[in-house]
């Protein structure tokens, strides 16, 4: 095997590591520095990473939070999966291929900075804990229960909470059996947090009744009935709204209308604001 295992700890030093695979077993890393590199494998066991940098790194096949098969040339026996965690690390401009394996991995005051975020939804074990998103967010799911065995996990749930996303662009990601109140979105004219959402979609289903073109009469209420279902399977009956949800085949004039009118119908979570706006401090809820 050519790949280069790290085990013990690391701390206050640039990587040392070329461009080839990386096994970190049980290991602790503390401020390293693997700025620019390219991983053609990336395999992490029950590691400790606190203050490294991945900034403009390169994942090729990373295995982020490892169930540690193969470490010892046997299979997972199934009864223990170790977590792996990212604290207060740095992901600018990090390229995660589509469909990056998570794993049981935990990021806490992480930042994901304009960092490739598309297409991942193999995310089912994965923590998020006051991290910040930036940049473009693309077809991605976060999971508020964990797929799986949960004994080997050793939790039910996941934890995610106090995650910033103000200052992202957020395209068909999918927040699962996560409580939305308790992360800071960006507000209105382009996205809104609102509650009730099966009561505000009956308000305005009149109004698209006196639509004159069937075939947006049609795609709209397709758009709110979804958005109603999905909303009281995974969160509670509320969710993130913005133009987009309306509809993709609607005119972005109608799009905007039914937005205004879903914000309108009652009163929204965080009192007409999907998030206060950012501040040197945690944000009052």
């Not at 900034?55 to 040339?73: C, H, N, Y």
């Not at 046997?74 to 740095?90: A, F």
């Not at 976060?142 to 395209?171: K, M, Y």
């Not at 965080?270 to 998030?275: E, F, T, W």
């Amino acid at each position: 095997m050519n790949d280069q295992v790290i085990r013990g700890e690391l701390r206050d030093q640039r990587f040392p590591g070329d461009s080839r695979g990386v096994i970190f077993d049980r290991a602790r890393l503390s401020n390293v520095d693997f700025s620019g590199l390219r991983f053609t494998g990336f395999l992490a066991y029950g590691t400790e990473f606190e203050g490294c940098d991945f900034s403009g790194v390169a994942f090729e096949r990373p295995l982020l939070g490892s169930t540690g098969t193969g470490l010892d040339g046997r299979p997972w026996d199934g009864l223990s999966w170790p977590q792996t965690v990212y604290r207060n690390c740095t992901f600018g401009r990090t390229r995660f291929p589509a469909q990056t394996y998570f794993g049981n991995v935990r990021f806490e005051g992480c930042r994901f900075d304009r960092s490739r975020l598309r297409d991942q939804t193999a995310t089912f074990e994965a923590e998020f804990v006051d991290c910040v998103f930036t940049g473009r967010v693309h077809n991605v799911n976060f999971w508020g229960r964990p797929d799986g065995d949960h004994d080997a996990l050793g939790r039910e749930r996941n934890a995610f909470t106090g995650n910033d996303f103000t200052a992202a662009e957020l395209e068909h990601v999918a927040f699962l059996h996560i409580d939305l109140r308790a992360q800071r979105f960006p507000g209105p004219p382009g996205y809104a947090l609102l509650d009730r959402i099966a009561d505000r979609v009956q308000a305005v289903l009149p109004l698209v009744d006196g639509w004159p073109d069937e075939r947006h009469r049609e795609e709209a209420r397709f758009a709110l009935n979804h958005l109603a279902d999905r909303a009281g399977v995974d969160n509670d009956d509320q969710a993130l709204v913005s133009p987009a949800r309306m509809g993709r085949k609607l005119p972005p004039a109608l799009r905007e209308e039914l937005f205004a009118a879903l914000r309108r119908t009652t009163t929204d979570t965080a009192d007409g604001r999907a998030a206060s706006p950012p501040g040197p401090g945690p944000a009052a809820r």
